[in-house]
């Protein structure tokens, strides 16, 4: 499903234009972004999931291509946890 055929689903399901579901989505994705920036960065959506900022650590990996040694930068990421009622929907 892309974007635009989930924006068109909120719009039949919700019976609001796409315009206004799509100006939905996108705060939503916004305030998303937004929270998960911060140093503690987590969103719980009860019987959905839950999105966490999470830190990796750098480490050391290998090419594929030629087998070379490289290193892995730390960096930020996204670890989401399914809740309940998305894990027994599925």
Do not use: C, H, W, Y
């Amino acid at each position: 499903m892309t974007k635009a055929d989930l924006v068109e689903q909120m719009a039949k399901d919700a019976n609001i234009s796409k315009a206004a579901a799509n100006k939905a989505l996108n705060s939503f994705i916004g305030s998303v972004k937004k929270v998960l920036k911060k140093k503690d960065g987590k969103i719980t959506l009860v019987g959905f999931g839950t999105f966490a900022k999470v830190r990796r650590k750098a480490r050391k990996g290998v090419n594929p291509a030629t087998g070379e040694k490289i290193k892995i930068k730390a960096r930020n990421a996204v670890r989401f946890k399914p809740g309940k009622g998305l894990k027994d929907a599925i």
